[in-house]
């Protein structure tokens, strides 16, 4: 086990006002106990799970979120132009296979689509599982988060299971290094500490495009390299973020050239 892994067994601590069912089961999971100063911990109180260290913490907050999705805001987000599908009928369908803390998972399904949203790292899921409970008690947020379905493990894996391909799967495999304020750089540094660095980007995309998703989207840093090199159909970039666009990724494989690592 790396360090990195080891570290997904941080401490649990819980507090005042905790869900009785949510401790009992998070207590299955990670060793209840005090974490020493600074140490890297989950803590479980009355607001939910949050990621604690140093006076520091993070927990999955979508209320944070809602000028950005409330009465029809999502439109003006990047991300669901680039998820917008021309003539297609009935409840639209989106695999997020890489889910980190739902934010984009969240416009996703403000612009009506259900999400699949597959995060394989314990620690994050279980943020990201308590953000998404949190949201369907929350009025203005309940029908969006109804949207919202929140599984554990490798989404590659998974897609390749899947039953019938879902009109679009996003793919944001590293949360960004670079960030504006010292405070978010703090927080996501928290976050990064949990992270494995992603070593499978050509795996990714090939079970994305197996999928067969009718569009394929990967978030990059505007000026980043193409996610394994494949060269998109189209981007749609702003300042901060660029979405690169393939249509019928299942259709285009044989013009991949991927470079799968061996095991
Ligand atoms: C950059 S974050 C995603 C941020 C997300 N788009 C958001 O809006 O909050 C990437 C996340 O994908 C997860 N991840 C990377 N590869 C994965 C895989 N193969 N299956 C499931 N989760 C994966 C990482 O653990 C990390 O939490």
Redesign the pocket.
């Known amino acids: 086990m790396n360090e990195k892994q080891a570290q997904n067994r941080i401490p649990l601590t819980i507090g005042e006002g905790a869900d009785e069912l949510a401790a009992a089961r998070l207590s299955e999971r990670f060793p209840v106990g005090q974490p020493a100063e600074d140490e890297l911990c989950l803590r479980l109180d009355g607001e939910g799970l949050a990621l604690v260290s140093g006076g520091q913490e993070l927990r999955g907050d979508f209320t944070r979120l809602l000028s950005r999705v409330q009465n029809g805001a999502w439109q003006r987000e990047l991300l669901a132009r680039a998820a917008k599908l021309k003539g297609v009928d009935g409840p639209l369908t989106a695999v997020?296979?890489?889910?980190?803390?739902?934010?984009?998972?969240?416009v996703l399904a403000a612009a009506g689509y259900c999400v699949r949203m597959?995060?394989?790292?314990d620690v994050?899921y279980e943020l990201l599982r308590d953000a998404v409970e949190r949201a369907r008690k929350t009025p203005e947020l309940a029908e969006i988060a109804g949207r919202m379905e929140v599984l554990h493990?490798?989404?590659?894996g998974?897609m390749a299971a899947l039953d019938t391909p879902p009109d679009i799967i996003?793919l944001?495999?590293?949360?960004?290094a670079r960030q504006k304020s010292a405070l978010v750089k703090k927080k996501l540094q928290m976050?990064q500490q949990?992270?494995?660095p992603?070593t499978?980007e050509a795996?990714?995309l090939l079970a994305a495009a197996k999928a067969k998703p009718r569009r394929l989207i990967i978030?990059r840093p505007p000026k980043g390299p193409f996610l394994a090199g494949v060269k998109p159909d189209y981007s749609i970039s702003g300042k901060a973020v660029r979405f690169d666009c393939i249509a019928d990724p299942f259709g285009k494989l044989h013009t991949f050239k991927l470079e799968i690592p061996t095991e």
Do not use: Q, V
């Open positions: 997020d296979a890489t889910a980190g803390l739902g934010e984009d998972s969240l597959y995060e394989r790292n994050i493990g490798d989404s590659a998974a996003l944001d495999p590293m949360f960004p976050i949990l992270e494995t992603c499978d795996s990714l978030k």
